[in-house]
């Protein structure tokens, strides 16, 4: 086995593991003169001084690239952020400065310097940055309290600070596109667009007139096509793949404009020819929140993972396996499956555990999850058994 161990060596072909990140970063915030930097395994994170480097996306980003290259990427990160400008000291300075953004709901690792967040769609949240020369800063509780302004004050701010730029209108005999694809190149951040209210309905007149579906693969891009079921069908496998391809990712949900012009999820019904796209999409975003979900600390239990299967008919369910944690921290899933001994797990609707006082919300955790303390007892599991579904 030695040779071979040589070989993936010299070709390159070792992966890097997340210490082996942690432990390069460390080293090279320590080449900037920062010695207090220290490394959070649970949150991969890297905290020095008042700041904090999130590793997630660096780690995605480098995981296929080539061994050679890893060096120069890692230190074009590390250098970025340590040479960011200062932030803004004052709300005067802060203002003109700050745009939302859209983020996956799972917390970003740990509570010190978490951004400041609110809900904005399913498995979703708005998150404030400052928008500086070169790159942009996370907005979090402590910039708030030194600028003396409340969290609903930011981001009024900075929503009105959002612009799009209107699309001309067609000109006489111009063929009007079936898909509007807009990129942030940096400044724009047009990604943030849906949260500006009517901003999508507003663009029916460059679909002939059809109501604009908006899909947001990726924290750059935002796609937008007309509410056509063939157009749709086609549209959602290449965004999904693209959601999960990116390091950055976003959502592979459609979304629509509402009767006041807020941006909601696309809905279909049980027999529209969308249905089965649309909750695939809903179940996969639920999947990756979940699963980030996991890197944050502190959760008073046991988080149970929550999983995807697909039926032959294309549709999917969600379900979480519960096997006898104590205390269980429960993801909303379609499906729970209770281990029942050498008889193996059976499948019970959430609704039924819920009606059986089960388990209990919890408050401030996204995205949502309930508390189960004790796990059933003989004469529950014997009770549940009798609501059993085949999935």
């Given at each position: 086995m030695t040779p071979v161990f040589f070989w993936r060596r010299a070709t390159g072909s070792t992966p890097l593991t997340r210490e082996d990140l942690a432990k390069r970063v460390v080293k090279r915030l320590r080449r900037h003169g920062i010695r207090d930097a220290r490394f959070d395994a649970d949150a991969f994170v890297v905290q020095y001084e008042s700041a904090a480097m999130y590793l997630h996306n660096l780690y995605a980003e480098i995981t296929s690239a080539p061994r050679p290259e890893l060096r120069s990427r890692i230190n074009a990160f590390v250098d970025a952020l340590v040479r960011m400008p200062q932030t803004p000291a004052d709300w005067s300075g802060a203002r003109p400065r700050l745009r939302p953004v859209l983020r996956g709901a799972a917390p970003m690792a740990f509570e010190r310097n978490a951004p400041v967040s609110r809900p904005a769609m399913p498995f979703l949240a708005e998150m404030l940055v400052i928008d500086l020369p070169a790159s942009m800063a996370y907005v979090t509780g402590e910039h708030l309290r030194s600028w003396g302004v409340t969290e609903d004050a930011a981001f009024a701010a900075a929503r009105a600070n959002l612009r799009a730029a209107p699309l001309a209108a067609a000109g006489p005999g111009e063929s009007l596109p079936t898909i509007l694809h807009f990129v942030d190149e940096g400044d724009s951040y047009c990604a943030s667009f849906p949260l500006i209210d009517g901003w999508l309905a507003g663009l029916g007149g460059r679909l002939d007139g059809r109501r604009?579906?908006?899909?947001?693969?990726?924290?750059?891009?935002?796609?937008?096509?007309?509410?056509?079921?063939?157009?749709?069908?086609?549209?959602?496998?290449?965004?999904?793949?693209?959601?999960?391809?990116?390091?950055?990712?976003t959502s592979p949900m459609a979304y629509v404009s509402d009767d006041l012009g807020r941006t909601v999820p696309y809905e279909a019904p049980p027999g529209h020819p969308l249905h089965h796209a649309v909750r695939r999409a809903e179940r996969l975003l639920a999947l990756r929140e979940y699963e980030r979900q996991h890197h944050t600390t502190g959760l008073p239990g046991t988080p149970l993972p929550l999983r995807m299967a697909q039926r032959p008919d294309g549709s999917t369910f969600t379900y979480?396996?519960?096997?006898?944690?104590?205390?269980?921290?429960?993801?909303?899933?379609?499906?729970?499956?209770?281990?029942?001994?050498?008889?193996?797990?059976?499948?019970?609707?959430?609704?039924e555990l819920a009606l059986r006082d089960l388990f209990t919300p919890l408050d401030g955790i996204a995205p949502p999850r309930h508390l189960a303390p004790d796990f059933p007892d003989e004469a529950t599991r014997a009770a549940l058994k009798t609501c059993e579904i085949q999935p």
């Amino acid at each position: 086995m030695t040779p071979v161990f040589f070989w993936r060596r010299a070709t390159g072909s070792t992966p890097l593991t997340r210490e082996d990140l942690a432990k390069r970063v460390v080293k090279r915030l320590r080449r900037h003169g920062i010695r207090d930097a220290r490394f959070d395994a649970d949150a991969f994170v890297v905290q020095y001084e008042s700041a904090a480097m999130y590793l997630h996306n660096l780690y995605a980003e480098i995981t296929s690239a080539p061994r050679p290259e890893l060096r120069s990427r890692i230190n074009a990160f590390v250098d970025a952020l340590v040479r960011m400008p200062q932030t803004p000291a004052d709300w005067s300075g802060a203002r003109p400065r700050l745009r939302p953004v859209l983020r996956g709901a799972a917390p970003m690792a740990f509570e010190r310097n978490a951004p400041v967040s609110r809900p904005a769609m399913p498995f979703l949240a708005e998150m404030l940055v400052i928008d500086l020369p070169a790159s942009m800063a996370y907005v979090t509780g402590e910039h708030l309290r030194s600028w003396g302004v409340t969290e609903d004050a930011a981001f009024a701010a900075a929503r009105a600070n959002l612009r799009a730029a209107p699309l001309a209108a067609a000109g006489p005999g111009e063929s009007l596109p079936t898909i509007l694809h807009f990129v942030d190149e940096g400044d724009s951040y047009c990604a943030s667009f849906p949260l500006i209210d009517g901003w999508l309905a507003g663009l029916g007149g460059r679909l002939d007139g059809r109501r604009p579906v908006a899909f947001l693969p990726d924290r750059t891009t935002v796609v937008v096509t007309s509410d056509d079921p063939d157009t749709l069908l086609a549209t959602f496998p290449l965004v999904e793949a693209e959601f999960l391809e990116s390091a950055r990712s976003t959502s592979p949900m459609a979304y629509v404009s509402d009767d006041l012009g807020r941006t909601v999820p696309y809905e279909a019904p049980p027999g529209h020819p969308l249905h089965h796209a649309v909750r695939r999409a809903e179940r996969l975003l639920a999947l990756r929140e979940y699963e980030r979900q996991h890197h944050t600390t502190g959760l008073p239990g046991t988080p149970l993972p929550l999983r995807m299967a697909q039926r032959p008919d294309g549709s999917t369910f969600t379900y979480a396996l519960w096997s006898g944690e104590e205390p269980a921290l429960m993801p909303v899933a379609d499906l729970i499956a209770i281990s029942d001994g050498e008889a193996g797990p059976f499948f019970v609707p959430w609704a039924e555990l819920a009606l059986r006082d089960l388990f209990t919300p919890l408050d401030g955790i996204a995205p949502p999850r309930h508390l189960a303390p004790d796990f059933p007892d003989e004469a529950t599991r014997a009770a549940l058994k009798t609501c059993e579904i085949q999935p």
